[in-house]
């Protein structure tokens, strides 16, 4: 992975740890991520008329992305409903790169060197750690939190190896991002607008700046991703794209006024030993 790719993806972690912050912190989370998707594709429009359009065998791959997609943001709400920001947020993301790597390797045959591999074990056991000793009640954990956010952590890996693989057969990264972000945002608002009807319209008519933000903030996130998975193996980048943890942290304790305990000190430190693991590698 070279220095360039290594300092976007963690770029790409701070905006995911702010526009996931953002939602949690929203009255109505299933509205907040239905907008998101939508400002995801008010970002993706300007970008349309300079991609390619996907080509056929691109198009399973975003069909299938849609569908995990829906199901990542169902489990994710709930698990935000269930449990708090420094709970469940490391534990739906924790979990993510291990299946990832696994998948990467029987799926795609992309084995991690060894180096790489220590450190994606070193990034999930920090992140599992954060969350199993480091939210609300330390130690214990509300067991539908912990469902829903194991549930979430299966989706990110099914998106995340759909995604990375759709980017490389694509024509370009900005062109499966830039197309899978404008359905993506079409096929959120019909779901919301199913289940919610013309009681979106409202949260639409006063929260619209914060769903153009989160929208903004999450388009640029991914994109940075696929871009990575393009140019470095699935599992680093999925690994790496995990420090987003230290900063769900710092948001959690400076912004949500969550408490800092000394077993969030020692998984941060196990987080940062595998980013450095992760770069030697």
Known sequence: MTLTVFFAVLAAAAMHAAWNALIKMRGDRFASISLTSLGMSLAALPVIPFVEFPGAAVWPFITASLAIHIGYRLFLVMAYEAGDLAQTYPLARGAAPLMTTVGA??????????LAILGIVLLSTGTLLMSFRGGVGLGRLDRRAVGFALTTSIFVAGYTLTDGSGARLAATAS?????????????????????????????????????????????ASYWIAMWAMTKAPIASVAALRETSILFAMLISVLALREKMTGWRVAAALCIVAGVVALRLG
């Open 105 to 114: 390797i029987f799926l795609l045959a992309e084995l991690p060197t060894p």
């Open 175 to 219: 062109s499966y991002a830039a197309w899978l972000f404008l359905c993506d945002g079409l096929v959120s608002m019909a779901i919301g607008f199913y289940y919610r009807g013309r009681r979106l319209l409202p949260i639409m008519k006063t929260e619209w700046h914060i769903g153009v933000l989160t929208g903004l903030l999450s388009a």
